[in-house]
Each structure stands twice: as C-alpha cells, then as structure tokens.
C-alpha cells in the first residue's frame, strides 16, 4: 500500500487529486474497511497537517471545530452550553480508543447513516468548510451528508473545518442515543435538540435532527415548526404527531425493524428536547 | 515526465525508509511499510507479543496501548503515526513502578481469568491510574468500556482498579491455612498481568511460513479448482497451494471417531458459507499481496438448506449420504407413560434461541512444524489429546507421533474443544517441511468455528392439585449446521436435563439435531442445556402462578433432594443443593417482590420484575468413560512437579490443580511447580469442556498424591498410617519413628524425578439400556438465580439491575474463581438473554455481534453453597457451565414479571420486545395520531 503523508494542506489536496486514494485521520474507519476487505491502492495521511489541528475556538459568530478535532478534545473543550448535545454524542462514541484518535472530519466523511457526531452538528446548523485547489468553500452539514457513505466532497477536496454559528440567546442542548449495550454501539437511532430561547423564555430556536433512522441524519423541521413561539415548559407537552416523523425512513436490519426504529426515535427526541428545555430552565437567564 | 515519475519513485520509496519508534523507553529503528498497523509492528516487529489483537477492527480494545499517555487502539494507528510519540504497551508497565500495583491487584483479585484482555485492560486502566483525581465507579466504566472481556464479567476489573485507585494494600495470603478454600493467588495470573503469556498468535517461529485459506463465499455449492501451479507462479512468495487431494491420511475429521464427517479441505462440495477448499503457503512478506480473489476456482451454486424447517424440508438436498433425511441424531429420555399420568394443572409453551458465538477475543491461532516424521502444533485448544489423535488420523502417522503444545487460551467457552487450524497447519507444514502459522481473523473465527445451536423447543409441565409435578413433555430441534461437531452431544445431554432441578415422576424428552448450510453448530458452554432451561423455568413460573402459588415457594416443593431419583433411575444419595440454593436467595426475593410492586404502583412508563432461574448440571461426559490422569513427581532435590495435561482456558483450573495438589501433600501451594499440557510430558487429562476438570482431574490428582505416599511408605517400610511431610526439599516419614528419606539416594528419570506416580481417574457412570435408564453423571451441581430487571415500556429496553445467584459448587476451591466463573457466566447468560445472535454473513465482527460491555452488567450477589459431594476432590464438583445456565430464564422471567408479556424467543431486543409489548396491548405509545 502506498502510504502518503501530506505535509501539510495544499500537499494533502495535491496528493488527493494526482493519487485519488483515500485520507486517513484517525484511522477509526479505515482500518476496520481494510479488514473487512476494502483493499485501497494508497492512503494519504493527513494527521500531521497542522491546518487541520489546533483548538476549537469561536471567530466572531461563529465556533471552528478544526477537521482533526477528536471526541476527547471536543469533551474537554471549554464550550457553551449549545455543544451539550454534541459532547454528549462524543461521549457515546465507540469506546475511550476511539475517542481519543477519531476525528470529528472523518465521522462526517465517512457518512455512516449512524454516525454519532453529525445530528448534534446537523441541529446546531452547522457549515463544512471544505478546501480545495482554488481555495475555499462552505456547504451546510446537512446538504453536505448525501446519503449513505456519500458527500458532496469532491475527488479533489478535504473537509477542513465544520463551523457552528454562535447562538446568541439563552441555548442548551440535549442528546440521545439507543443501542443494544452500553459502550462499543452501533446506535438503533439517536436524536439531538438544541431550543434556544428569547427573554421572555419564548422558544425562538429549534433544531432537532436524527441519526440511524434515513441514509443520513435528517432534520425534523415540522416538529422544529411546532416548537417555536412556546414556552419552555410547553417543549415537553408539544404532543408530537405523525408528520413530525415524516422525513424519517429507517430501515429493517440487524438492530431492529424499521418500525421500531422510527417510534424510538419519536420518543428519543421527545427526551432530547425535555432534556434541553429542563437545562435552558437551570439556566439564570 | 521522466522527472515526475522519478520523484513519484523517491516518494514512494519513503514508504520503507525506516522509522524511528519509541516503545516504553526504547528506540527501535522499524522497516516494515508506513501504513503498517501500529499492533502489528508492536508484535511483528519489535517482538512485543503482549499486546494482543483480538479484531483488528476497533471493535474489542484487546490491542490497547496508550500514546503520548493515551490509550488508543494500536490496530487502528499506522507506523507513520506512532512515529517520534511516546508508545507504551504492557511490557512498559513495570518500569512505572507506581503502576506495577495495578498489575498485583488485576493478579490478586481475580481481574483477569484466560488473560488476552489484561493487557489492553491494563493499558486502559494505567491511563485513568496517571490522571490525579478521585474517580467514581460510573467514570472508571466510562473510561474502560472500551475492551472487552468475555470471561470475567467484568465485575473483579473494576474492583481492581478501584482497590489500587484507593492506595489501600492487598491483602496478605494466608499462607498457614489449607490451600482448599483461600483466594490463592492465580498461579499463573503474573503472567497474564505482564503480558509475557504466549497464546496461540504469539509464538511464531521468525521463518514460518504464514498459511491463507480459500473460503467457499457460498453457503452450497459444488466447486472445480483450475490451475494453481498457475498460481503459485503468478504469485511471488506462494510456496504451494495445498487442496483435498494433499492430505496424506484420511481427509476428515470431527469430534467422535464415528463421526468424522468434516473434510480438511472440502472436495467437490460446500457445506457452509467460509468453508475452506484451498489453502496458500506463502512466506511472511508476500501474505498481504496475495489476492485470493484471483485464485483459480469456480463455483456452482446449490440451493442452501436452511434453518431447522429448511434441513426437514423432503424436498431438500440431502448433506451426508449416511443421513438420508438430514437428521444428524436424535436424543430421548421417556419415563414412564406422559399422556395417562398428566396431572390436572397443564401449562405449555414454545420456544426459539439463536446461534450464539462464543466470541473469545483471542481468534483460533497456531503454528505448526514437522520434527523429522514427528508433528509438532503450538496451538491454542481445550483438547490437545483429541487434537493429537485428530492429526494422526489426518496425516495418517500414529498418534505417537504428533506432539500438541498448548498455548496459553484466551477463552474457550467449548468453541475451542473442535480442531480450528490444526488440521490444515499439520498439512501444510508436513507437506512443506517448513514451520507454518495461522492465524484466524475475526471473521474466520466467527463464520468457521461452531456455535451454540438455535433451537425450537415445545414443552408442557403439569401438576397436581398439591403442586407437586407430575409430568413432563420436550421436544427441541437443534439447528446442528452441515457437520456433527458437538452436536450429539447437544442431542443427548439435553433430555436428560429437560425437566430441570425438579422431582418430575413422568418425562418424555425429545430431541433431534437437524443439518443444515447454516454455521456449524457444537459446543458453548452447557451443551444446550441453557437453552432448554429458558422452557423448563418458564414453565415452572407460568404453573406456580396457575397454582397460584409463590414462584420460589412452588420451586422448592418441587427441588430434587438427596434422595431422589431421577429419570435414568439414578438415585441421587447426596450434594444435592438445589433447594440450599432456593432457601438461600428467599430473603431477597421477598423483599424484592415487594419492593418491585411498590416500584410499579408509582411508575408506568419504567416497570421493574423479578424472576427466578434454576437449573441442574451434570457434570463430565454423558453416559461416556471420561477419565483423567495427572502425575506428581518428586526430584532429588526435593522439588515436587504436577505434570497436568488439563488446559487452563481461563476457568483456572492450573491454580485449582495446585490447590488441590498441595492440600493431598500437606505442602504450600507455592512449593508445586507446574508442567502443564504437553502431550508429549503430560497425560491425558479429557477434555476441558462439561465443568468436569476440577471434579474429575481433581480426584486424579488426589490419587496420584496417595499412590506417592504410598510408594514412599513402601520404601521407607512405614505403616500405611505413617504421616509424610515434605518440607525444604526432604521427605519425612513419621510413624513409628521418623525416617528421613534421601532422596538423592535414588535413580532419576530423564526428567530428574526420582519418584513419579499416576492418577487415573473415571467417573463412575454407566451406559443408560434402551429405557434410557443407567448413571449417566457421577455429580450435579444445582443453582438459583434471580435477576432485578427493569423494563422501559416505551422503547423496549430492559435493565438488569441486579442478580442473586446461588451455586451449590460441593466445594469452592477457591472462592475468587468461583466468583468470577459465576460473574462471567451471568454476563454470558445476559448476552444470551438480551443482545447475542449470530446471524451467518451478517453479524462475523464484532460491532454488529453485541457482547456485553463494562456498562451492561448488574450488580451480583453470589451466595455458595457448600455440599461437600463425597465423590467431588475435597468435596467439589464443578462451575463452569453452571454459572451460565439459570442467567437467561431468570431475566426473561424477570422480563414477564415486569410487563406481563412473556418473551419466548431470545435475544429479547429492544426491537423484539417493543413489538411484543405493541402486539399485546401493553406498549406505552410516544406518537398520538
């Protein structure tokens, strides 16, 4: 195998488009596919690439969670209380292992239908900030996410960083994720909510989103819809109904029917928003 | 152009530059490629064995090392990347002395049973140990939960950690008292601690050649293999392709002579998926290049048989010629006349258990070598006597010429009681005369080696007005797969233990083990018993309630007592503690029985039970001479060896041996060195498998202490009550007077022994006539269990909170083990219970395979019941399997109690039990509308 290992950002995008092989961050995907049988030609390191390092800080309105961020260093970051649901999603990623080398990049690239990390993203409205040979460009996480295994990243692209918008209210966030066991899970469905709210305690921001239960995580907008303008107190009592669900298309597998999935997920955003409406109240306005 | 590709040379000749690695202090200076795998260079390389890999995938942590002080999988980490950081591995430990206490508390307090977690365990720990802060239990589970452990139930880990995290001291051995009954320390637990244990991957000769197996990816099919010497051409490095025509003596093999009917290397057919039909020797370097893909074979698909249904299917393609109808064996227990003696109170019901992996985390591994016309084969094995015998029979040479070398096992379970690599390394390596290894990947040891068998069982238990039972009718099919492996033993154990721990005068149990191309189906831990069990206790529970009876108080009226006896007319006269155990667990149980109402009546969305499980074992072989022999000798200088052909999977039965060994001699346990399964040194000890080794080794071992006391009263012309003690190397005879016997004085055998005797022992049992009527077990062991659960109505989850269990052992040798026997057997008993199902090409890893994790298991009170079997060595009788038994019919009882739907079918899924609970109305509903 021919193993590359890109000095630093332009030498990553050059190395991707004159070899095409596959990045390796964190190898947390990678290796598992080449035991599984995915034979690549090549691999190009990019672990090294100082751009893609570094803290997780805010510039102006917004938060930039650098590409090779791990779950570790989003958990003990210094963060408000919107990243809950996301530093809970990282707590609940694999086990402490792969906390500590997988990267917040290669879960979104890597696009699996259950990746733990994107629905707390996906509800924060998050940006992908992608680099590539003429420079620059920023695609909203959720028009990022094609479906199974598949982004929008080009043959010539690397994720370089995923940016949050700072929300300027009172915020909190809450995160929920089911599985057959504790630890080491493949999740049957997960949701994250993020409600902000305005002084007079009026929701003035939901963002809801759900993994494990489509080809990529989905945001339920008419739930969202349904949220704004009450109360905290009503968040838990909004009773959901059908249409909420609606973009949700789960699937039959080995961890459950898709009938089932798509009831937990209603109940798992339910807790997630209950969660955070009960932590915005914690909150001294 | 020329210059471009010049430099694309140049850089792809940085690949093999080599790189600088630091490991626990230490630079090395490595050439293996960049993207190597950080845990193979760690082994490969640097020789550092101790770290274990286990999936190569993330998936089971065993491979754990930290970098720059963090624990990280090292399978998952390339060269490149570990490049100028500070790696650490197990061997490293000692050097920080600080946490050489985390490695004296994992030895002494059980925390590691076969040993291939530890290091990674170990590594997990050191990086929580480093981080100055109080932790809670709930974060030292966070921070672990990323290894598993199959054997240990991960309960003595975390108590571990948290006793070194706490500074306190261990505590001291006793080193006065008896070595029967004290928490001696694991005999070879350091070894296991200091990562220096060589399992079945770790011993690889540097010049072995390295053997790849050409699968079947068809679950039927016929197959015409093409050209390999083509092959072996177009492939630099293979040195031969090895297929069915090859073998030297007889192509096939399997767990009873009259039932070889699993070819080496299959000959024109397939019978399951992975099945292999070629195998490749290569040198080391080339194994990663060979595309198998390219290997000349063509295959023509057959219609699969599957599932039970599927194998009786008369439409279905016959798999042996010697089964006609598919049906491997049949297994029957009848007394009496079921249908005229049928009390007035019936209940039934019907059942369904799937393929359940053993999942061991270290896969099958080996290495072979040709020693002359010897065969030698390092191997990881529960059996290497059956394994001598088994490639004999395959290279056509004497047994007496194959020697079998047992690695350390880490974890068995019965998945390593059939031959795995050892067939197609004795081949290779006779035929290449070149050291060969093997090594399975995870998906090898997960889609070829046999499984506990599905089953569908049909049961009804019925009793009189007084409750007593009086009848008992079974039939289970057995899912048994395309060769017998164990399953006769499946099919004849099982209506023998159908009924239960119960006084049942009327039974007809039936049984039938149907082939099929699904996974081979064969040993795991209770030989089906586990799960007719889930029939007979959901049985006794819905019939109590019938009775209107208390479920615990309907057991015990019910429990076999000595006294009894059983169906196959055996009168069972003592060491049956079955109602001990009922007696023991009533005090919780009724307190717990209210305490759950109270829970309920306050909750409607989360609803808590309790549910009872029981269960009964025979110990040893069914109805089959299985006999043991173990030696003690004694050197001129004193020194007293156990030579013991019992493999230690992890169950500790070195360390039982040893007890047992030093309390017949009236020595300290650390006086007897060990010289442990080498079929060459050693002597047939039986199969580690049906919980038989501490009873029946043990009684061996007894007897080989009693001849050499004899033999030493006959020499010293003492009395046959004379007493012996041997002490700093001499041996003292005090009867009338105390002789002195020099030692020195005598003739020493190769070994330098100058006395050695044998144990043998067999477990007085007999053949069971036509009416199924005989001694088929010499000794039972019994057990309750009841678990805590709680149930989210809502999304179908359940929790067990806690489990008592009570295990009448006979004698508890020693109390650390049998504790962590029963702690590991429950966690295998709850994956059975709630998340373990092996489905064939869809759950072969082992993030889709769920095994319990350290946040999955119950707090675990164990209660042990001493009955003194006056067969049992000391007393004891045996653990392993019990322990497993009752765990699953205690939670899915547990489960009804809670939810009033009753599960029959596991693993009890969140998805599964929801639809239940939806189907019968009692599903909490989240959506309105």
């Known amino acids: 195998m021919d193993y590359r290992r890109a000095a630093d950002l332009q030498d990553a995008v050059r190395l991707r488009q004159s070899m095409g092989y596959p990045f390796v961050a964190g190898g947390t995907d990678i290796y598992p596919a080449i035991e599984n049988g995915a034979r690549f030609p090549g691999l190009i390191d990019v672990s090294k690439v100082e751009a893609l390092r570094g803290e997780i800080r805010r510039e102006g309105g917004e938060w930039i969670i650098p590409a090779m961020a791990t779950w570790s260093e989003i958990i003990a970051a210094k963060l408000p209380s919107q990243f809950d649901a996301l530093k809970q999603a990282a707590s609940e990623v694999g086990g402490r292992q792969i906390q500590n080398t997988g990267t917040v990049a290669g879960n979104i690239c890597n696009a699996s239908p259950a990746a733990d990390g994107i629905p707390a993203l996906m509800a924060m409205d998050a940006k992908i900030s992608v680099a590539g040979p003429s420079g620059m460009r920023e695609v909203p996480l959720e028009k990022f996410v094609l479906g199974n295994r598949k982004t929008d990243l080009q043959g010539d692209e690397i994720l370089y960083a995923v940016k949050v918008p700072a929300r300027p209210g009172r915020t909190a966030s809450a995160f929920r994720k089911l599985g057959a066991r504790r630890y080491l899970v493949i999740s049957i469905a997960m949701a994250a909510a993020v409600l902000e709210c305005d002084a007079a305690e009026k929701i003035v921001y939901a963002g809801i989103s759900v993994g494990a239960c489509a080809a990529r995580s989905l945001r339920l907008p008419a739930w969202e819809k349904a949220l704004h303008g009450r109360s905290i107190g009503e968040v838990g009592s909004v009773e959901p109904v059908p249409a909420f669900l609606a973009p949700l298309a789960p699937m039959d597998d080995i961890r459950g029917k898709g009938e089932y999935r798509k009831h937990a997920a209603g109940v798992l955003v339910r807790e997630a928003l209950v969660k955070a409406a009960e932590r915005l109240n914690e909150q001294v306005a | 152009m020329n210059r471009s590709l010049k430099s694309e040379e140049a850089e792809r000749s940085r690949e093999y530059s080599p790189v600088r690695l630091r490991v626990n202090g230490a630079e090395y200076e490595v050439t293996s490629p960049a993207g190597a795998r950080l845990a193979d260079v760690l082994r490969d390389d640097l020789g550092l064995t101790g770290t274990k890999i286990g999936c190569n995938a993330g998936d089971c942590g065993a491979c754990t090392v930290l970098i720059s002080g963090k624990q990280v999988c090292s399978c998952l980490v390339s060269l490149d990347q570990a490049a100028g950081l500070a790696v650490e591995t197990v061997e490293g430990l000692q050097k920080d002395s600080s946490l050489r206490g985390l490695q004296a508390a994992f030895v002494e307090l059980g925390a590691a049973q076969c040993g291939i977690c530890t290091p990674g365990m170990l590594m997990a720990a050191a990086e929580l140990a480093r981080e100055s802060k109080s932790w809670s239990r709930e974060e030292i589970l966070d921070r672990m939960g990323g290894v598993l452990c199959r054997c240990t139930g991960y309960t003595k880990i975390v108590d571990a950690i948290e006793h070194y995290l706490s500074g306190q001291a261990l505590p001291a051995p006793d080193a006065k008292a008896p070595a029967v009954g004290s928490r001696i320390t694991k005999v070879d637990g350091l070894s296991r601690a200091e990562g220096t244990a060589r399992y079945g991957a770790d011993a690889t000769p540097e010049d072995a050649l390295l053997l790849k197996a050409v699968r079947s990816p068809h679950a039927h099919a016929t197959f015409v293999i093409g050209d390999t010497d083509k092959f072996v051409r177009e492939n630099p490095g293979v040195v031969r ?516 005797e044998v144990g043998h022992y067999n477990p007085p049992t007999t053949d069971l006539d036509e009416n199924q009527q005989g001694i088929p077990y010499a000794s039972y062991a019994f057990a309750a269990q009841s678990a805590l659960v709680e149930v989210d109505m809502l999304l179908g989850t359940t929790k067990v909170i806690k489990i008592w269990a009570a295990h009448d052992v006979g004698r508890a040798v020693n109390p650390t083990q049998v504790e962590g026997q029963i702690q590991g057997g429950i966690a295998q008993g709850l994956g059975l219970a709630l998340m373990e199902e092996y489905i064939p090409l869809a759950t072969d890893n082992l993030h889709n395979y769920l095994i319990p994790t350290f946040g999955d298991i119950p707090e675990i009170e164990i209660y042990l019941v001493e009955t003194l079997d006056p067969l049992g060595p000391f007393g004891a009788k045996g653990i392993g399997e019990p322990a497993l038994v009752p765990t699953a019919p205690a939670i899915l009882n547990a489960i009804t109690d809670a939810t009033a739907c009753r599960p029959t079918q596991v693993p009890v899924t969140p998805s599964r039990l929801w639809k239940l609970l939806h189907d019968s109305g009692k599903g909490r509903h989240a959506i309105s509308g």
Not at chain 2, 281 to 309: K, Y
Not at chain 2, 571 to 592: D, R
């Open chain 2, 241 to 756: 392709v090895i297929t069915a025509r090859d073998v030297p003596g007889k192509n096939e093999y399997g767990i009873f002579d009259h039932y070889r009917d699993q070819p080496v290397l299959a000959e024109s057919q397939v019978r399951f998926n992975g099945e292999v039909v070629a195998a490749i020797i290569c040198e080391r370097g080339a194994a990663e290049t060979i595309d198998l893909d390219t290997f000349p074979v063509t295959w023509q698909p057959l219609e699969p048989v599957s599932g039970i249904d599927g194998g009786l299917d008369p439409k279905a393609a016959m798999l042996h010629a010697s089964r006609p109808d598919n049906v491997l064996t049949r297994g029957k227990m009848i007394r009496g006349d079921v249908e005229g003696e049928r009390g007035r109170h019936v209940v039934s019901g019907k059942f369904q258990t799937g393929y359940v992996e053993h999942a061991y985390i270290e896969p099958e591994a080996g290495f072979a070598r040709r020693v002359g016309d010897r065969m030698e084969i390092f191997v990881t094995t529960q059996t290497p006597y059956m394994d001598r015998d088994g490639v004999a029979h395959i290279l056509g040479i004497p047994k007496t010429e194959v020697r079998i070398l047992p690695s350390a096992v880490g974890g068995g379970f019965g998945g390593k009681i059939d031959m795995s690599v050892q067939p197609l390394l004795a081949v290779a390596a006779w035929l290449t005369d070149r050291p060969v290894a093997y090594v399975y990947s995870r998906l090898e040891s997960m889609r070829v080696t046999p499984k506990r068998h599905p089953s569908r069982i049909e049961a009804a238990l019925s009793c009189g007005d007084d409750g007593k039972l009086k009848t008992f009718s079974f039939h289970a099919d057995f899912n048994t797969g395309p060769y017998a492996s164990c399953g006769p033993i499946v099919a004849n154990r099982v209506p023998l233990h159908a009924m239960g721990p119960y006084d049942v005068p009327t039974v007809h149990c039936t049984t039938r083990a149907v082939l099929t191309t699904d996974a081979i189906a064969g040993a795991f831990r209770g030989f089906g018993v586990p799960q007719a069990a889930i029939a007979h206790e959901a049985l006794m529970d819905q019939l109590a309630d019938k009775m209107g009876m208390d479920r615990l108080d309907f057991r015990i009226l019910n429990s076999l007592l000595p006294g009894d006896v059983i169906s196959t007319g055996q009168k069972l006269s003592s060491s049956v503690g079955m109602k001990e155990c009922l007696e023991a667990l009533k005090p919780s149980w009724h307190e717990q029985r209210k305490a759950v109402a109270a829970f309920n009546q306050r909750s409607d969305r989360f609803r808590r039970g309790i549910g009872l499980g029981c269960m009964w074992y025979g110990i040893g072989n069914t109805s089959q001479p299985n006999p043991s022999s173990m030696r003690i000798a004694i050197g001129a200088d004193g020194r007293i060896t156990l030579y013991s052909g019992a493999v230690d999977i992890g169950q500790g039965v070195n360390t039982i041996m040893t007890q047992m060994c030093a309390d017949a001699l009236d020595v300290a346990s650390d006086r007897i060195n060990l010289v442990l399964g080498d079929t060459d040194r050693t002597l047939d000890a039986g199969k580690s498998s049906a919980s038989r080794q501490t009873f029946i080794s043990g009684n061996a071992v007894v007897l080989a202490a009693d001849k050499l006391k004899e033999s030493i009263r006959r020499l010293t012309n003492a009395g046959a009550d004379a007493a012996i003690k041997f002490r700093d190397g001499t041996v003292k005879v005090s009867g009338a007077q105390e002789i002195s016997l020099d030692l020195a004085s005598l003739p020493a055998d190769d070994e330098g022994n100058v006395l050695s």
